[in-house]
């Protein structure tokens, strides 16, 4: 998209009601997906992967900021058992500051930022490339900052979104990077696990479209039951300690309460303490290694009296849960962090609407308070 396309979409104004931009985005995340499964978004894994076997790359490294970030944790799963790599997932910021030894010519780095122009992710990339390692830049703008300044790019669908919250930017992020797993391993001596894998990526999207539907109604009934919940606390496991992350983020945003995420394990040992009726624990169980250890979590929780919103397989049996949210039962651990994902997207979405957390589209943003405090936190002559 030129420079001349992206200025009068950013000129368009904001929607005062429903249907925001951001639910536009949450609904097009299927179509999204299936177009990173296009010849587009291929031919650059392919050229990626072909650049990491040439480099002989033992080392990935996955960065980013803020949903970014999360993103990248669910990834180290998918790439470590993919790919056979060492695969590590950091904060874009801390990179620099506290940088893993041994970074050289055989390490990839892979930045990711939706909008590309992220504070510090060029210095950051400056910092890495000074080690001999090989730089690329997971955005959804070619003519972004980042682009300009990594030695590839991986560019996803949609280009740029009017809206703050990154649904579909962390959806479709993690979901090419899926791909970008198959495309290195069938290349690194895992092609079994690869082409397997492949099959549930390629019939994901139309397993999304049918979440998205089904959830579509439901979403307004669980804003309804969990709208005087005085804070949110989210957990999971793996992967979906990802999970956690994001839906922390668009809860606290959009609901305008404090919102945190933690490891299942964690969240024992200290902040289950803190639960009282007003709080809401969301726990999130795909099939998995540690989804009886979560749901053992989810009992304790009603035990206490806090409400309980659990995302589960439809077909675990789970008694009186405040809020069910019954998910397809064979979707794998290693894909379940988007599909999980969907419906607290689309709660966030509803609970943006009763106008607590800001605009839907702007958050905050849209206060002049929170506008000066962001601009005095990125301003780069501070």
């Not at 420079?3 to 104004?13: C, L, R």
């Not at 076997?53 to 033992?58: A, G, L, P, Y």
């Not at 590309?116 to 997971?138: L, N, P, R």
């Not at 989804?291 to 035990?303: D, F, G, I, T, Y």
């Amino acid at each position: 998209m030129n420079k001349d396309a992206i200025a009068k979409i950013k000129d368009i104004k904001h929607r005062e009601s429903h249907p925001y931009w951001i639910w536009e985005s949450i609904q097009n995340i299927p179509q999204l997906l299936s177009e990173c499964l296009l010849e587009g978004v291929t031919n650059q894994a392919n050229q990626i992967a072909n650049q990491i076997k040439t480099r002989q790359v033992d080392r990935v490294l996955l960065v980013g900021t803020g949903s970014s970030y999360f993103a990248t944790i669910a990834e180290k799963f998918v790439f470590e058992s993919i790919t056979n790599i060492r695969t590590e997932s950091y904060l874009a910021s801390e990179l620099p500051a506290y940088p893993p030894p041994d970074i050289n010519s055989k390490t990839a780095a892979f930045f990711h930022s939706h909008s590309g122009s992220t504070m510090g992710d060029s210095e950051v990339v400056s910092f890495i490339k000074q080690k001999g390692a090989y730089t690329i830049g997971v955005t959804d703008l070619i003519e972004s900052k980042l682009a300009q300044c990594v030695d590839d790019v991986f560019i996803g669908p949609g280009g740029p979104k009017l809206e703050l919250p990154a649904s579909r930017a962390y959806a479709t992020s993690l979901f090419r990077m899926m791909l970008m797993a198959v495309t290195i391993g069938k290349m690194n001596g895992n092609k079994a696990g690869a082409v397997k894998f492949e099959r549930d990526l390629r019939s994901f999207p139309e397993r999304a479209k049918s979440i998205l539907t089904k959830f579509e109604p439901m979403a307004p009934k669980v804003v309804e039951q969990l709208q005087d919940t005085a804070s949110f606390f989210v957990i999971g496991a793996g992967p979906n300690y990802a999970t956690a992350d994001e839906a922390a983020l668009g809860l606290s945003q959009s609901a305008g309460v404090p919102a945190q995420a933690f490891q299942v394990e964690n969240f024992i040992h200290g902040p289950m303490q803190t639960l009282r009726s007003s709080t809401c624990v969301i726990a999130i169980a795909p099939p998995g290694p540690l989804q009886h250890r979560v749901l053992e979590v989810a009992e304790s929780v009603k035990m206490i009296g806090s409400k309980l919103a659990l995302l589960a397989p439809e077909d675990i049996h789970f008694d009186n849960p405040d809020v069910l949210f019954a998910l397809p039962p064979d979707i794998q651990d290693n894909l379940s962090p988007i599909a999980y994902m969907i419906p607290l997207w689309q709660t966030a979405y509803q609970f943006a609407l009763l106008g607590r957390g800001g605009h839907p589209d702007k958050l905050a943003m849209d206060k002049e308070e929170f506008k000066k405090a962001m601009t005095y936190l990125t301003s780069p002559s501070r």
